[in-house]
């Protein structure tokens, strides 16, 4: 469709003029006239919502909200163009078959080999064995083999030596979704664990024998204390309801030394509406400070990732200080269990603060553990009531941590943006389905990439610069604050509103640093080559010889520049809060304030534009996404931009 | 870009042809300026009724006016009571902490405060047009609209040595009464009449744009800290005192408040902050000389609270200072 407009949301003067393309895989706007062919992609698979307004004079409002929350405007001219493209983008984000996802047509233009050794990169049995099991306390257990114990589960759980198949098979029958106590993580200093499970079906009385004896043979495999925390996620109330369905909790009456908590967290329901309550927020048309932090306490979104994190912070402390272990659960154990469980072992273990630690935990603790990515995240046309920000607030997080302790983690800001992209973009296929069976069943590692061997690849974009594995931060366990630490909690821009480049700084820090240090390396690596060819020289009798060392202008490539030029940007609209309208002669007649526009003539001082190198995926984009080059379409961050502005990918 | 008090008008919209001549004089024939007033139109005219009032538009044909209320006074000493006891309490919870942050409204002022400056500098930067700055007195809202609008503009008031000439010029000189405004701050029960926070919001502001912009001013947080400590007690004498009279002269009538012959009887702060030893603990490891003008983002998301001041003494800084020590690190290996 042509002669179609996209809106700039934080300024509504700032409209690109260009073409809309619909493909089997993306929605892909071209601007007319730009040298630089400017073009904004998304993927079906990214978006949430599409909103039809009311057709106004200039055209017809199309709103296309994508879970990666990038927020799209666009005006259609014509009435009837605008509803076919409504009516073909809702049947195009709402898949009907796996085969239709993006990851089944996705051509990295690597061989069969490659895609296999991809797959490879992360390795669970390893993961175990770093862990330090099996040993004498725990061993792997092939009792679900053919998910016949349970079919969410993988095929391969540890579980404490003295439980027996019988008794495995007999607690999976008394747990919800039959997810018997298995485990998550072995602390090899002092042989405390996190275990996970689902809810116990005790309702109001009932017990079982095998369930009992699962927890303490859980308890038995740590002989360094005699006691089992065993942690709720829920908020009590919801637990207690749980019993008249037949379901509930573990009575401390029944489990021999266990001591039961309640560290409560919402449901997903109540999640899915904090979130849509925050973007709400995020889409007010210049919010005061007011608007804003009411609205955003009103969400409940950092009170919630707060929940998250002091449950976490309770279970690594557990195992860390007290050198107990803990069970985890929730009700079905693959949400807030999740959550729960891989924020507690971040904290405990420095590797999982590494590209590759991380990785693995997803892996682990979301992946191969059954949460439900399909139902959740919406690869599939499914239940709405399904969907949640589940992983979201993990990553959220894991940001957070990464504020408050800036040394700790090797990987950056950008990283956890691009893992939590990719988890709805179903370019790869990692994050489909709902179970380990389920992706087996539909041989997602033959037919599909690995999205880790993707980021494994491009990692040096992911590192931060500020990590040192030596470092004190890095090392053991992270305490975080506890209370007064509300303050702690920041929105994180950087996510909810990735897209609107006018917020963020606009010089990244961990860009720059990265760059120094890298060429710092190279510099010291050129010092040592000229001091052994000094050395040489100077045995031999040459003397004639100039030394000429090449390097390169590295400053200009890194987009280091003594000189920052490509900081030029414009100024925003300082007077939104009153009327506009031109102000040009000075006598006006009126007393009262009149806003001042003021156009946006093109900036004097224009600067070359070093962002070219800065990052593959903003700007110019390659119309055909099967590139060699990783491929990793993410969208271009830049959409509706001013053209005037230094494309500077600022995460 | 021009600063001073309000003129004064009075109930009987006196005027001043000197007054009129000097502003008529800035600007050349057909040009116009603006002046920013920064209290609400309603509140300027209701000056009249004191003495005081706003520009009438008939006498300053070339000058067209814009208010911009800023808070200043008790309500600003509130505001920052109330974000104090905020951060303090370990009672809040999650769930209400960002209204108790909110209800301060010290954000707001942020927000209001560096809107107006970008404003400022807006109309000389992209209109080209001089500008006039005044609240009522001239000392408060109007002192921290023209240094802020300087600190965005230019280059030179971003250097380490250009800012201290910043504060030297736009504040203290300038007559910023910091022995009135800078006395008992958070905690005292005291609520004296005068005190204000306003260089304290000022430098919150800067740490807005050193955050929004980390490599374009030379200083670091610390330097802002360092301020704001010897706003309020120092051994130094750059702050004592209202204004540049009672710093130089033997006032015996000022009594209590004589503390006469400043430059004599005191060392300067400056002069401490700029020794090899000491400087280089405020300098931004980050720093590139940015020669543009640096436009901050005012929306919410972008205002953020300054931890490293309100919650300097609740929480550790340890991690953060790694962090930084880190960078300085990796900056100085290049």
């Not at chain 1, 409560?264 to 400070?289: A, D, F, T, W, Y």
């Amino acid at each position: 469709v042509e002669n179609v407009r996209l809106l700039d949301r934080l300024s509504s003067r700032k409209a690109a003029l260009g073409t809309l393309y619909l493909t089997a895989t993306h929605v892909i706007f071209v601007e007319n006239g730009s040298e630089a062919r400017k073009e904004t992609w998304v993927l079906h698979s990214q978006i949430s919502s599409i909103e039809k307004q009311a057709t106004t004079a200039t055209g017809c409002p199309l709103l296309i909200r994508c879970k990666n929350f990038q927020v799209i405007q666009l005006v259609i001219p014509q009435e009837r163009d605008c509803h076919d493209v409504y009516i073909s983008l809702i049947r195009l984000a709402r898949p009907v078959k796996y085969e239709e996802l993006y990851c089944f047509s996705f051509n990295p233009k690597l061989d069969k080999e490659e895609r296999e050794q991809g797959w490879k990169l992360v390795d669970l049995s390893e993961e175990y064995n770093r862990m330090g099991v099996p040993n004498n306390y725990w061993q792997i257990s092939d009792v679900n083999r053919d998910y016949g114990v349970c079919d969410s589960y993988p095929t391969e759980v540890y579980v404490p030596k003295s439980a027996t198949a019988h008794i495995i098979v007999g607690s999976s029958k008394f747990r919800s979704r039959r997810r018997f106590p298995a485990l998550s993580y072995y602390c090899k200093d002092n042989n405390a664990s996190i275990c996970r499970s689902s809810q116990p079906l005790s309702g109001f009385s009932a017990r079982c024998l095998e369930d009992e004896q699962m927890l303490q043979a859980i308890r038995k495999a740590n002989p360094g204390s005699d006691f089992l925390y065993v942690v709720d996620t829920r908020p009590k109330l919801n637990a207690m309801a749980n019993r008249a369905a037949g379901k509930g909790y573990e009575n401390e009456d029944n489990y021999s030394n266990i001591k039961f908590q309640f560290i409560g967290i919402e449901n997903i329901h109540v999640m899915r509406n904090s979130l849509q309550k925050m973007l709400e927020v995020c889409e007010l048309k210049s919010p005061s400070m007011s608007d804003f932090l009411w609205g955003l306490e009103n969400s409940g979104w950092l009170k919630h990732i707060k929940a998250i994190m002091d449950a976490g912070i309770f279970i690594a402390k557990a195992v860390a200080e007290e050198g107990v272990s803990v069970l985890v659960h929730c009700s079905d154990g693959w949400d807030r269990t999740a959550q729960v469980c891989s924020v507690a072992s971040l904290l405990l273990d420095p590797y999982y603060r590494t590209v590759k630690g991380f990785m693995v935990l997803i892996e682990k603790d979301w992946v191969s553990f059954g949460h439900k990515f399909n139902h959740r995240y919406g690869n599939l046309d499914g239940d709405p009531k399904e969907i949640s920000p589940v992983i979201d607030q993990f990553i959220e997080c894991v940001w957070q941590l990464m504020e408050q302790f800036p040394c700790a983690f090797e990987f950056n800001e950008r990283f956890l943006i691009h893992v939590q992209h990719h988890i709805y973009s179903c370019q790869f296929g990692n994050f489909l389905c709902n179970s380990q069976k389920e992706r087996r069943e539909l041989k997602i590692q033959e037919r599909t990439y690995s999205l880790w061997a993707h980021l494994w690849k491009n990692r040096a974009d992911y590192l931060n610069p500020l990590y040192r594995p030596d470092h004190s931060q890095t090392q053991g366990t992270l305490r975080p604050q506890m209370a007064p630490c509300n303050f702690l909690y920041k929105f994180w821009s950087g996510m909810y509103n990735r897209f609107e480049k006018g917020l963020h700084p606009r010089q990244s820090v961990t860009d720059y640093l990265m760059a120094v240090k890298e060429e710092t390396q190279q510099l010291e690596e050129e010092l040592e080559v000229l001091r052994e060819r000094l050395a040489n020289l100077q045995k031999s009798q040459l003397n004639d010889n100039k030394i000429k060392s090449k390097r390169q202008d590295r400053s200009k490539e890194l987009g280091l520049s003594t000189s920052n030029n490509s900081l030029a940007n414009t100024p925003q609209e300082y007077s939104n809060d009153l009327k506009s309208f031109p102000s040009r002669s000075p006598s006006q007649g009126d007393e009262e304030d009149s806003a001042l526009i003021l156009t946006q003539d093109n900036l004097k001082s224009s600067d070359p534009d070093l962002s070219a190198n800065s990052d593959q995926e903003s700007g110019v984009e390659d119309l055909s996404c099967r590139s060699p080059s990783g491929g990793g379409c993410l969208p271009s961050e830049d959409s509706g931009k001013d053209s005037d502005e230094a494309v500077f990918l600022a995460v | 870009m021009l600063r001073s008090s309000q003129p004064l008008t009075g109930p009987n919209r006196k005027r001043c042809r000197e007054d009129e001549m000097l502003l008529g004089s800035v600007l050349d024939e057909g040009e116009r300026g603006f002046i920013i007033d920064t209290r609400s139109a309603q509140a300027a005219k209701q000056a009249r009724m004191t003495g005081g009032g706003t520009e009438p538009k008939s006498s300053y044909p070339q000058w067209k006016r814009l208010h911009r209320p800023l808070e200043r006074g008790r309500p600003l000493q509130e505001s920052f009571i109330k974000l104090v006891e905020a951060c303090n309490d370990t009672s809040v919870s999650m769930d209400r902490w960002l209204s108790r942050l909110e209800s301060s409204r010290w954000l707001s002022h942020v927000k209001a405060a560096l809107s107006t400056a970008c404003l400022a500098a807006q109309c000389m930067d992209r209109e080209e047009a001089s500008v006039l700055v005044h609240g009522a007195e001239g000392t408060d809202t109007t002192l921290l609209v023209t240094a802020l609008a300087q600190v965005i503009l230019d280059p030179s008031c971003r250097t380490l040595g250009g800012f201290q000439g910043l504060l030297e010029r736009e504040w203290i000189e300038a007559g910023h009464p910091f022995h009135l405004r800078c006395a008992r701050s958070a905690y005292s029960h005291a609520r004296l009449k005068q005190e204000a926070p306003l260089f304290l919001l000022f430098l919150d502001c800067v740490w807005q744009l050193n955050r929004q912009f980390p490599f374009s001013l030379e200083f670091s947080e610390r330097l802002l800290l360092t301020l704001f400590d010897n706003a309020y007690a120092s051994a130094y004498g750059t702050f004592l005192c209202n204004n540049e009279k009672e710093r130089r002269r033997n006032a015996p009538r000022l009594s209590h408040r004589c503390l006469c012959k400043v430059k004599e009887s005191t060392h300067s702060l400056w002069a401490w902050l700029n020794q090899p030893g000491e400087k280089k603990k405020y300098l931004n490891p980050l720093y590139s000389h940015n020669a543009l003008v640096i436009w901050p983002s005012v929306e919410p998301q972008s205002i953020q609270l300054w931890q490293g001041l309100f919650s300097r003494w609740i929480r550790s800084s340890q991690y953060l200072e790694e962090a930084w020590a880190e960078i300085q690190r990796l900056a100085e290996g290049n």
